[in-house]
């Protein structure tokens, strides 16, 4: 079947660095997206990873492995907009996304 | 209108009425797409249309209906709503027809309570 597992919630500090982690397992992969979703509203896109690495983007930063079934988004210098939930997405061979339930993350002062 | 647009915002619906929620997107994009999402789950897949004229169905596609008149426009449609349709859902799109990853642009969403 498929299967993406993501922490419900995680807690951090203002100016610190977080990883939300990812694993999925899907019929075929097309790429690991990464959502931003805050509280009663859209999810906005953050970033996509289809090749084994590292893509920085600013204080985001997504990482893939393939062969892992493993994916983490790595926020720096955290800010308190960055509260919110993230959502890890696979694409399917059908060029469909499943979605994780999602990580709420909490930033405390 | 910029981007994708949703209809109403939210509505409380009787038990066994007809509902649509709309959508328009202006960017004109291929591939659109009705999700809901129920805390605790993830987005959940609905219904799809590749290009204006065809449809098809996701993950959760019973008891809901969508067509694809034209590029800009895909409604969702509850013929009979029941409690457990109780949601948010959200419209979204991408540029091309399927085939290709892309990235997928939401609306803001329509939270529907079925009582």
């Known amino acids: 079947g498929q299967n993406i597992d993501q922490p419900t919630e995680m807690t951090a500090t203002e100016g610190a660095i977080v990883q939300i982690n990812c694993t999925y397992q899907t019929s075929g992969f097309n790429g690991l997206f990464w959502y931003q979703q805050h509280a009663g509203e859209a999810p906005t896109f953050l970033s996509y990873n289809v090749l084994d690495g590292l893509e920085e983007k600013g204080r985001f930063s997504s990482f893939l492995s393939r062969s892992k079934g493993y994916s983490y988004l790595l926020l720096k210098e955290l800010q308190m907009k960055d509260s919110a939930s993230y959502l890890c997405?696979?694409?399917?061979?059908?060029?469909?996304?499943?979605w994780g339930a999602g990580t709420k993350l909490i930033i405390k002062p | 209108i910029a981007g994708i647009t949703q209809a109403p915002t939210s509505q409380i619906l009787a038990a066994g009425r007809r509902m649509t929620l709309r959508c328009t997107q202006d960017?004109?994009?291929?591939?659109m797409y009705w999700y809901r999402q129920d805390l605790g789950l993830g987005l959940r897949l609905i219904h799809y249309?590749?290009?204006?004229?065809?449809?098809g169905k996701g993950e959760v596609p019973d008891g809901y209906s969508v067509s694809r008149a034209n590029t800009d426009d895909f409604p969702l449609t509850l013929a009979s709503a029941v409690p457990s349709q109780t949601s948010v859902y959200f419209c979204?799109?991408?540029?091309?027809?399927?085939?290709?990853?892309?990235?997928?642009?939401f609306g803001p969403g329509t939270r529907l309570t079925v009582l």
């Open positions: 997405a696979s694409m399917d061979s059908n060029y469909q996304l499943i």
């Open positions: 249309s590749n290009t204006a004229g065809t449809t």
């Open positions: 979204a799109s991408s540029p091309t027809s399927g085939g290709s990853p892309d990235t997928q642009y």
């Open positions: 960017m004109r994009h291929n591939a």
